[in-house]
């Protein structure tokens, strides 16, 4: 069991700047410095890296985040563009809805504020896919708001530091969180501070009190660190009560015909939302009949391909893959009839759209198979 906090919050003017300062100075020693979406106050490209950060690694994102800013530089051509071609600038990179939220959220402030970004946080929090803790970070960086952030990371130095007992999922833990966060914000209001501070936090979370195995001796906080001091380090913050994830089975149809295979987009809500993928089948359908029924197609069953886990936030999904040679053309599923739903490509033009990473996979995992296929 772990133990209750035994000393209270620091919450004074003067205790909030010696934690601060610690911070700030351990930053600018020890943080990260060379991030592309460092040193600018831009809060559009801010704005960017904040989305493709949430629930995804750093590493994982510079190069996506090189990419999008080389074809969408401001906030303009990302509103006019197509929604298409900001979700094949994110495939791969999961959670989808932050694409489209990207999308609708750069269309609202061209058409809403003029194309300027507002600096109010409630505001801010108004707009598609910006929580209260991204809306604090770009009013930080970018406007030099005197205000908190609250991710995972910092909510991991918080307990800790603090040694607050619960998962930091549970409502009331995390609003606990917040009062302990706002309280510990530097009194200085200069933009060059409130944005150090903030950096020194998603450093600190990142770089040395991580989830395990945190780097304790190199931590600025670890003289009054309640975990450290305790030896607690290890069990907080308490884990999620465990629950087993529910799966789910359904089947994945790679169509052939004339040297294209068939994808379908998917409706623009749920998973997926708007990217192209096989066509989807229950696991406990006939393939054959379903092509018929559903797709109008006559089909031959080429090959059952080895299956495909994909782990989602709630739910983990089989995906078991079949090869199918369609023995009559579908017209209407044209190249250039984007009104479509059904599109025929070849495996290139496929691997060029927004498809999500199992589709990815499994077009780049039996390319050979198919090309094989399609040249017979």
């Known amino acids: 069991m772990i133990q209750q906090a ?4 620091r919450t004074s003017a003067v205790e909030s ?21 460092q040193g600018i106050s831009d809060p559009y490209a801010i704005w960017i890296s904040e989305i493709m950060l949430q629930q995804t690694q750093v590493s994982t994102v510079i190069p996506y985040y090189e990419r999008f800013m ?39 402030i061209m058409e809403q504020y003029g194309g300027a970004f507002p600096q109010d946080i409630a505001t801010l929090q108004r707009l598609p896919g910006i929580g209260r803790s991204t809306a604090a970070a770009i009013a930080a960086f970018a406007f030099g708001k005197r205000c908190t952030i609250l991710d995972g990371n910092v909510k991991r130095i918080l307990i800790r530091y603090f040694g607050v007992n619960g998962h930091p999922g549970e409502r009331m833990i995390e609003e606990q969180l917040w009062q302990l966060a706002e309280g510990l914000l530097p009194v ?49 913050p308490a884990p999620k009560p465990r629950k087993t994830p529910p799966v789910k089975e359904i089947v994945h149809l790679i169509l052939l015909n004339q040297g ?12 997926w939302g708007g990217l192209w993928c096989f066509p989807e089948t229950s696991i406990d359908e006939d393939s054959v009949d379903y092509c018929k029924k559903n797709l109008h197609l006559q089909v031959l069953k080429f090959a059952v391909l080895p299956h495909l886990q994909h782990t989602f936030t709630h739910f983990k999904l089989i995906i078991q893959p079949q090869l199918l040679q369609s023995i009559m053309y579908l017209p209407e599923c044209e190249e250039n009839s984007e009104e479509n739903d059904f599109l025929w490509m070849t495996i290139e033009e496929a691997l060029q759209r927004a498809i999500p990473a199992p589709v990815r996979k499994l077009l780049l995992m039996t390319q050979p198979l198919l090309q094989s296929c399609v040249h017979e």
Not at 95 to 107: C, F, Q
Not at 260 to 271: E, M
């Open 6 to 9: 035994t000393r209270r919050p």
């Open 17 to 37: 700047d010696f934690f601060a300062g610690r911070l700030i100075r351990w930053q600018l020693v020890y943080g990260r410095h060379s991030l592309p979406w």
């Open 70 to 108: 080389t074809v969408f530089p401001n906030i303009a051509p990302l509103a006019s563009a197509p929604v298409e071609e900001v979700l094949t600038l994110w495939s791969g990179l999961g959670y989808y809805s932050r694409g489209r939220n990207l999308h609708r959220t750069a269309r609202m």
């Open 188 to 236: 200085e209001e200069d933009h060059k501070t409130i944005a150090s501070y903030t950096q020194a936090l998603m450093d600190l979370g990142a770089l040395v009190c991580v989830r395990t195995q945190p780097r304790c001796e190199h931590c600025p906080l670890q003289a009054d660190c309640y975990a450290y001091q305790n030896d607690l380090t290890a069990v907080l």
């Open 260 to 271: 294209r295979i068939l994808l379908k987009k998917r409706p623009a809500s749920g998973i």
